[in-house]
């Protein structure tokens, strides 16, 4: 089975602090993917990766950075944490033969104050 | 642009129901076409697809069909559980070869006993 991690469930942080979010992927997936999740915006594409130490921007990218220098491990930025970035956020991955089949880890609860 | 419209929820229903969730879409070309499932506390992951007209997907007792003429892709169960107590996403896959979904805004069921 396809396992994908995500470094924290919960994680409290302060205005304008920088955060890091892991997320590594065990099947040798080429392509991942940032999502945040909130009520009523349903899932909204932040960044994606289809190869190492390459990136592309999502639908909203602005506030965040993506950094993939492994293939198994693909980590989300915030450069300086502000309160409407608290959200779900979520990782995915897939095969580059399969590119719609996303697997998802569990998800990190970021909270910003 | 390519677009996924579902029905809204809350969706509340009984044990043994009946379900049908709608999913509408618009697309250039042929897209594929997926169900995505969130159970609470969870990560999504993939419940059924179909990657040409008049396919039908099918997992878990869940089924749907891509249908072309009324561009739809509508999930039906004939008798839920409480354990299908979810958030449902219908998504399809983008345009050209860019690996991304669009996604529609998820559409929350419980079951009751």
């Known amino acids: 089975d396809v396992k994908v991690t995500q470094s924290s469930r919960y994680l409290v942080k302060r205005t304008g602090e920088k955060v890091f979010l892991e997320c590594v992927q065990d099947m040798d997936h080429e392509n991942m993917f940032w999502y945040r999740q909130d009520p009523g915006l349903g899932l909204r594409l932040i960044y994606f990766s289809y190869d190492v130490k390459m990136k592309e921007k999502g639908d909203i990218p602005e506030g965040y950075s993506v950094s993939r220098e492994k293939k198994e491990r693909f980590s989300l930025i915030l450069e300086s944490a502000s309160t409407n970035q608290t959200s779900m956020y979520l990782c995915?991955?897939?095969?580059?033969?399969?590119?719609?089949?996303?697997?998802f880890g569990p998800g990190t609860r970021l909270t910003v104050t | 642009g390519d677009s996924v419209t579902q029905m809204e929820g809350p969706v509340t229903l009984s044990e043994e129901a009946f379900l049908t969730i709608n999913c509408t879409y618009t697309?250039?070309?042929?897209?594929?076409l997926f169900w995505y499932v969130q159970y609470p506390g969870e990560g999504l992951q993939l419940l059924l697809k179909?990657?040409?007209a008049d396919d039908k997907g099918s997992n878990k007792g869940f089924e749907a069909t891509y249908r072309k003429e009324t561009t739809s892709f509508h999930l039906e169960k004939g008798s839920v559980q409480v354990s299908d107590s979810a958030v449902y996403f219908c998504a399809l896959s983008g345009t050209g070869n860019n690996r991304k979904l669009i996604w529609g805004l998820g559409t929350s069921l419980a079951v009751n006993p």
């Open positions: 995915a991955s897939t095969l580059q033969g399969l590119p719609y089949e996303q697997y």
């Open positions: 697309a250039t070309g042929y897209p594929s």
């Open positions: 179909a990657t040409k």
